[in-house]
């Protein structure tokens, strides 16, 4: 099986399609273990599918700007920026650090780039003389979030889902499409600590399912639970960060899915 630093150098690519199938089926293996991997897979493919329908240009000259810049220094070890996926600092993906030598490294980098290029989708990459495109990559991003949320509210058949605590206070709302596929509408869970994070589970046949991790302070969360029967209910729990297999023993929240 695939190394969880192996699968998450490429989630962003696998994202694309830019692997072969078999590096894919292994990404995908991995991340039916790893919640953490899954939420960050399904978050970028979120972000693909939203930028691929959006009408907003990419700034002029980006691509130039970022394939000059990628591999000036051969041979150094650098750490690559961050990957915002979101509005709040909760939702920013440390891609992690890797060597400029690294083939496989380079062949995501290059495949990323591209797909910015391309508007597949946008990434938020940190180059000193880019600074104002990132800027605006990164409105474009949450305007698409935004944007799949709304497409999601209109579409036939969905549901809302409200998560309330034991003490009837409403934390969270979802909206769930038939699909499997949902979206956070809006949380009023309280930001955590850095070493902790809210995972969300989906109860089904009585038995809670890792969905995938939130972060401390959920703001933009997608995600896709394909079982059948579908979930009965979902839950938040609070987890160490980076989630884990199973729940923690009291939930934060939890609401009914009504059954389709």
């Known amino acids: 099986m695939m190394s969880h630093d192996e699968a998450s150098e490429l989630l962003a690519v696998a994202a694309l399609h830019a692997v072969d199938a078999e590096t894919l089926a292994a990404i995908e293996e991995h991340a039916t273990t790893c919640p953490r991997c899954q939420s960050e897979l399904d978050s970028y493919r979120a972000v693909a599918a939203a930028i691929g329908n959006s009408v907003e240009e990419l700034p002029e000259g980006l691509w130039t700007n970022i394939s000059s810049q990628l591999w000036d220094h051969k041979g150094e070890s650098t750490v690559m920026p961050a990957l915002l996926i979101g509005e709040t600092p909760a939702d920013v993906v440390a891609i992690g650090s890797a060597t400029r030598s690294s083939r496989r490294v380079r062949t995501a980098l290059a495949a990323l780039a591209f797909a910015a290029a391309a508007s597949i989708v946008v990434l938020a990459l940190s180059l000193s003389s880019a600074q104002n495109q990132v800027t605006h990559l990164q409105g474009v991003i949450a305007s698409a979030s935004r944007s799949a949320v709304q497409r999601a509210m209109a579409t036939p058949g969905h549901q809302i889902v409200n998560l309330t605590s034991a003490t009837d206070q409403k934390l969270a709302e979802f909206v769930m499409l038939p699909d499997g596929t949902g979206y956070l509408v809006k949380s009023n869970m309280p930001a955590l600590s850095p070493n902790d994070t809210y995972q969300l589970w989906g109860i089904v046949k009585g038995s809670p399912v890792s969905i995938g991790v939130m972060g401390s302070s959920p703001g933009q969360v997608t995600f896709t639970l394909d079982s059948s029967p579908?979930?009965?209910?979902?839950?938040?729990?609070?987890?160490?960060?980076?989630?884990?297999?199973?729940?923690?023993?009291?939930?934060?929240?939890?609401?009914?899915?009504?059954?389709?």
């Open 230 to 260: 579908g979930p009965s209910e979902l839950a938040v729990t609070v987890q160490p960060a980076g989630g884990s297999l199973t729940p923690a023993k009291n939930f934060v929240a939890s609401g009914i899915v009504v059954a389709s």
